[in-house]
């Protein structure tokens, strides 16, 4: 008999336990609100690239993360949106990615390929002698040799004017008919020019 009792209460203790269950209020299942961008980056020949730093940023806001020893990186908790994505590592050449769209309890993912960046190593500067346009004087300064001067007027080694001299420099053309013409510079009037020679 207290055999049949125990199976008895037993029956009735899971009876009201099972009520209590299906009487209880449901709870609403909350849907995640935020995405997530992951992905790899490696080089041009396919091998991972730690230490990228890896932004995203929209008008909702931005964020930003780190690629580790594999390359991998993951931008998490991003509010639903369209990102640009920004790639920057010292030794690459940085790469922008527009129109990553995120949506609420998804993963997007974005793999970036890196090449190098080009390493200059020195800068050379040469310039002849005999140049009109000689380095750190100004735009206006030329200098013109007796050379220079032969090669322009013919060649023939007689006594030159200023005036002829003046007008082997470009920008300037001689006017007035007379002899000695005196020269327009850039197309101004014989009376707008200032000349100075030899420091003088």
Not at 122 to 144: F, I, M, T
Request: glycine share 12%; charged share 15%.
């Amino acid at each position: 008999m207290t055999d049949l009792r125990r199976r008895l209460w037993t029956i009735v203790a899971l009876t009201f336990a099972l009520a209590g269950l299906l009487a209880w209020p449901a709870l609403p299942v909350r849907a995640g609100t935020t995405g997530t961008i992951t992905g790899t980056v490696t080089d041009a020949a396919g091998k991972p690239v730690p230490g990228v730093r890896v932004s995203a940023a929209s008008p909702s806001g931005s964020r930003s993360a780190t690629s580790d020893a594999q390359g991998f990186y993951a931008l998490q908790a991003l509010i639903p949106d369209t990102y640009v994505l920004s790639f920057d590592a010292n030794g690459y050449q940085g790469v922008t990615q527009s129109g990553v769209t995120v949506q609420q309890d998804l993963v997007v993912r974005s793999d970036q390929r890196l090449a190098r960046a080009l390493q200059q190593i020195g800068r050379v500067r040469a310039a002849a002698a005999s140049n009109l346009v000689k380095p750190y004087e100004g735009q206006d300064v030329y200098n013109v040799s007796g050379t220079q001067l032969n090669a322009a007027t013919g060649g023939d080694n007689l006594h030159k004017t200023v005036y002829e001299y003046l007008t082997t420099v470009p920008g300037l053309v001689p006017i007035g008919g007379g002899y000695p013409a005196e020269p327009s510079i850039r197309g101004g009037q014989d009376t707008d020019n200032g000349y100075e020679y030899d420091g003088i």
